[in-house]
């Protein structure tokens, strides 16, 4: 595969982001695990963080890209992401199945342009097959939730896995883009 300087860089930015993606999901299931269910001011201000961190995350997506790119599917997602962080604090006043049902729609909207993005980056910069999975996979988690929503014993350590695995995918979509890196090196 041949790359360009410009996708390099693109995929160095991309490949710190996702680090970052990762290490933020991972912290994130550790505090639901550890304080969620003993703490519900803990438990509701990680739920509103999950969609507020995505937006500021797509932001930096969105600066990870050359100019030239189209990037309305992150310009979406921010505005899906902040809707989202104030509707889960609007649901959270009326309980946590209403907060499972907006963070179920979130997850469905994101994974849709998320699995989009994979398939259009993978052109340029290979190494997409992690996100387009994970994308396909947080639209059957965003149905799940909306499904689960109201079965007992739910609450925001059901979103744990869902989170869990984005941090699988963001550190395999990390370790594959070094691949195009380092394809661009070689061409160099």
Known sequence: ????????????????????????????????????KTNIGIANALFIIYPAWDALAT???IRANPPTANKMPQYVNIAISITTTVAVIIALQKGIPEALIVFGAWAFLTG???????????????????????????MLA?????VMAHAPNQGITTLAGYAA??????LLSAFRLTKTINAASVVA
């Open 142 to 146: 965003g149905v799940s939730f909306v």
């Open 1 to 36: 595969m041949i790359v360009s300087d410009q996708a390099a860089q693109t995929a160095k930015s991309l490949r710190k982001l996702y680090f970052l993606r990762a290490a933020f999901s991972i912290v994130w299931v550790i505090l639901v695990l550890a304080l969620a």
């Open 165 to 170: 695995f984005g941090a699988f995918y963001f």
């Open 59 to 61: 932001f930096f997506d």
């Open 112 to 138: 849709l342009i998320q699995l989009i993005l994979g398939l259009r980056r993978r052109k340029q910069l290979g190494a997409q097959w992690p996100m387009i999975i994970s994308g396909g996979q947080s």
